[in-house]
């Protein structure tokens, strides 16, 4: 079973929290941060756009991956939320067991 890191923003940080703490009691992430405030620039129905979102990181596994992306888009307030998961080609052993236990 490989590890997933999994990127996405919110418009606030109020909405990441509760969003990110839903998944984690979920046992769909094993652990989720918000790392803070970031300046975003991109299209938006043919408009460039610009504007703050909280930027949020998500650690899972290949295997839980579908059902937390499906969750994650069901909750967020975005219309086309970003979800972008990264595979983990490396994992300290030990960081790796823990994931996998804490998502059983």
Not at 27 to 39: D, N, P, T, Y
């Amino acid at each position: 079973m490989g590890a997933l890191v999994v990127f996405t923003t919110f418009p606030d940080s109020k909405s990441a929290e509760s969003i990110l703490k839903t998944l984690v009691e979920e046992r769909l992430s094993a652990c989720a941060q918000v790392v803070g405030e970031i300046k975003s620039f991109y299209w938006w129905e043919g408009k460039l756009e610009e504007g703050k979102e909280f930027l949020a990181i998500l650690k899972t596994t290949e295997e839980k991956y579908p059902e937390l992306e499906r969750r994650l888009v069901e909750l967020h307030p975005y219309e086309v939320p970003e979800v972008v998961a990264v595979p983990s080609s490396f994992v300290y052993r030990s960081y790796l067991n823990w994931l996998e236990k804490e998502l059983d």
